[in-house]
């Protein structure tokens, strides 16, 4: 039986729509500083409210939104407020019943690294990301070198910088990771939850959080391929190593990034949706990742993933 997207669906990081947006914040930082992207912003009877992402927190603390707000109440007053003030409107939910094919034909036209997966009356019963579907993926060569789906008008930073600086590029040129660059070598990556866990480790002061140098919060242990390396080998990297992206270097010099979504789209275009649902299918990857369904009543029932 073909697979619906509700069987593959993963369990949403969450914020109920009047906690306050430093709520949305800790859950993205998480306890290691390797939380969730994107946080759903939940009414009661879990109904979809909005989603608050990296980079919807980026913009606020850059003041790029609620600038308004943000003369009142000042920066640190801004995390206090209600986070559905700053939640952007869902466009991307799905029915539950949909099958897999059509969900990823969606995310490749829409070029979506994720879609919220709902029952009745917009019921938030999970999400599916990019990194819930990569792993199906692993173990394959797919005849297309890195080079050919990587990104390469890259924006980047010098270590010294400060990390106000990364974080207004991130947010002018649309960009989750920033390649940290020194003359012509890599020196590491930044990324929005590198910036995120520095503004939580400095609540009480963050003017001095961004003035932190970006060596002082970069990562400098940098996953990287080469750009000749087969597709395969950068899923195998990005599923195994968990990251969300992973340079591309030729004689220690950036020529590129791919990024799980780069990644995904290259498979499904590659290949066709179809193909790649019918991959996921056979996949015995699909037997840790099932949540149980609303039941006819509309109610939510308990999560039943196992890890």
Known sequence: MPLRLGDVAEAAATVKWDEPLLKALEVMVGRGGEGPYRVVVLAPHNVIRGIITGRVMLEVLAGWRASALRLKVNLRGLLEEPVHVFANEVYNALPHWLGLAPAIGYMLE?????????????????????????????????????????????????????????????VTHMRRRLPVVQGREVKGIVTTTDILSAIINNI????????????????????????????GVAIEKLVEEDVSSVLVLRNGHVEGIITRLDALLAVARLLGVRRVASIIEASPVKSVRVLKLPSSSGKMLKNNKAH
């Open 110 to 170: 829409n070029r979506l690294g994720y879609v919220l997966v709902v029952g009745e009356h917009i019921r938030l019963i999970g999400i599916v990301e990019e990194k819930t579907l990569l792993p199906y993926l692993v173990g394959r060569k797919y005849g297309t070198a890195v080079k050919e789906v990587m990104k390469r008008n890259l924006s980047i930073v010098s270590p010294e910088e400060p990390l106000r600086n990364a974080l207004a590029k991130m």
């Open 204 to 231: 009480d002061n963050l003017n001095e959080a961004l003035n932190l140098s970006v060596r002082e919060v970069m990562e400098s242990n940098v996953t990287h391929i080469a750009p000749d390396d087969d597709l």
